[in-house]
Nanobody, 120 residues
């Protein structure tokens, strides 16, 4: 099982980016999917997550600007980021709780990060 994220890049303040993350492999089910970010010198923090029933949660600093969504048929999660600010600059990581086929426990998987840089 692996998670593959893409969509990062350089954008001016006020601009938009859309991150995508695809889970692949021997997947039986996926629970919560989410996006985390880590700015230089800081810890990795939750940005937003979404349950398999589409219930969402956001960190206060992105509420009203970011939207998380998922496509269960494609095992994908997205993060639409609008009105970007320089303080959103970070490496963004996708995360998912996945149960593999034939395995009866859920494990937490991380994708490789994608860099988002917002210039002022």
């Amino acid at each position: 099982v692996q998670l593959q994220a893409c969509g990062g890049g350089l954008v001016q303040a006020g601009g938009s980016l859309r991150l995508s993350c695809a889970a692949s492999g021997s997947i039986s089910s996926i629970g919560v999917m989410g996006w985390y970010r880590q700015a230089p010198g800081k810890q990795r923090d939750l940005v937003a997550d979404v349950t398999d029933s589409a219930s969402t949660k956001y960190v206060d600093s992105v509420k009203g600007r970011f939207t998380i969504s998922r496509d269960n048929s494609k095992n994908m999660v997205y993060l639409q980021m609008n009105s970007l600010k320089p303080e959103d600059t970070a490496v963004y990581y996708c995360n998912a709780e996945i149960r593999r086929i034939g395995i009866y426990t859920t494990m937490n998987y991380w994708g490789k990060g994608t860099l988002v840089t917002v210039s002022s």
